[in-house]
């Protein structure tokens, strides 16, 4: 199946977690908190710290460890806090 990260078509596998599918790309941060814009990517891995949020097809804070990819997806980098698109 195919995806989209930050603009850039990818492959990706049925199963993968939004998170593997990063971390095979070589990403390590793929959102930013909100105040000092430092750079977070997955941390706990099981859905509890919430460093992992993206947004996938316009919708924030999605948990890349715990959402798994469709096919199409639109995957991008969470700056901040987001509202919804």
């Not at 199946?1 to 990063?22: C, N, P, W, Y």
């Not at 095979?24 to 990403?27: I, K, N, Q, S, W």
């Not at 941060?29 to 949020?53: K, M, N, Q, Y």
């Given at each position: 199946?195919?995806?989209?990260?930050?603009?850039?078509?990818?492959?990706?596998?049925?199963?993968?977690?939004?998170?593997?599918?990063?971390l095979?790309?070589?990403?390590v941060?793929?959102?930013?908190?909100?105040?000092?814009?430092?750079?977070?990517?997955?941390?706990?891995?099981?859905?509890?710290?919430?460093?992992?949020?993206?947004?996938?097809?316009?919708?924030?804070?999605?948990?890349?460890?715990?959402?798994?990819?469709?096919?199409?997806?639109?995957?991008?980098?969470?700056?901040?806090?987001?509202?919804?698109?």
């Open positions: 199946m195919r995806v989209t990260v930050d603009g850039v078509e990818v492959e990706a596998a049925s199963g993968q977690t939004v998170a593997a599918v990063l095979r790309l070589g990403r941060s793929w959102r930013t908190t909100r105040e000092a814009g430092r750079p977070r990517g997955i941390f706990c891995g099981i859905g509890v710290c919430h460093d992992c949020l993206v947004v996938v097809n316009g919708v924030p804070d999605v948990r890349a460890c715990q959402r798994l990819v469709g096919d199409g997806d639109d995957v991008r980098t969470q700056h901040g806090a987001e509202l919804p698109s």
